[in-house]
């Protein structure tokens, strides 16, 4: 991993922002609506590589994916993992919408921020590993066709999981985040 004693290496982490293109085809795939996979794939073959590569030029140092394949940065794992379903019936609270009102006057949270959440309702398991091998793929020819040094693929915690998508299967939120933990090793 790059060092430096001389400066802060800069990073981010979270979504960056995705093409319209692509973000009427992750809504469409949310809806259950339908949609064509081999434009899905070929949209955010070609996001990342638009992504990392506007990283690269922006001297970012430790560069992501910027998460375009996923609708957000924890339910994403819904389509990956079984065990969830349902709506949580708990509405989503932004904090800073709520701590800055007058910028919340001004902007709209995405569709996909603000999607259904479903819940852990059934023992936790793997449903969709291969999605975790396309997106090193889409990430690995992005890398490759750019000047980055250093890189890595955000994956959500289990915290973030844990607190988005409420437990309503396991015994105790400590069972649940030991589940979430066998499961989501294969993603870390």
């Known amino acids: 991993m790059k060092r430096s004693t ?8 979270g979504s960056l922002p995705r093409p319209p293109e692509l973000v009427a085809l992750l809504e ?17 073959r070609a996001a990342v590589a638009d992504i990392v590569g506007l990283q690269v030029e922006a001297g970012i140092d430790i560069i992501s994916d910027g998460e375009q394949s996923k609708p ?3 339910t994403y794992v819904k389509d990956r993992l079984s065990g ?10 932004f904090g800073d919408r709520v701590a800055f009102p007058e910028w919340n006057a001004t ?8 999607a259904a959440r479903p819940m852990c309702t059934n023992e936790l398991g793997w449903k ?25 693929l955000p994956s959500a915690s289990l915290g973030i999981i844990a607190e988005i998508m409420l437990n309503r299967h396991y ?18």
Do not use: C, Q, W
């Not at 001389?6 to 982490?13: N, S």
């Not at 902007?107 to 603000?114: D, G, H, I, R, Y």
């Not at 015994?171 to 090793?185: C, I």
């Open 171 to 188: 015994p105790s939120e400590e069972a649940y985040l030991y589940a979430l933990a066998d499961v989501m090793k294969v993603e870390y």
């Open 6 to 13: 001389k400066r802060i290496l800069t990073t981010h982490t």
């Open 128 to 152: 969709d590993r291969e999605a975790v091998a396309t997106d090193i793929e889409n990430f690995r020819a992005a890398l490759g066709d750019n000047a980055a040094e250093d890189a890595f």
């Open 84 to 93: 969830f379903d349902g709506v949580n019936p708990e509405p989503r609270v």
């Open 107 to 114: 902007t709209t949270p995405s569709k996909l921020m603000t």
């Open 28 to 44: 469409a795939k949310e809806d259950g609506r339908s949609y064509s996979r081999k434009d899905f794939d070929e949209t955010v």
């Open 72 to 74: 957000s940065f924890a």
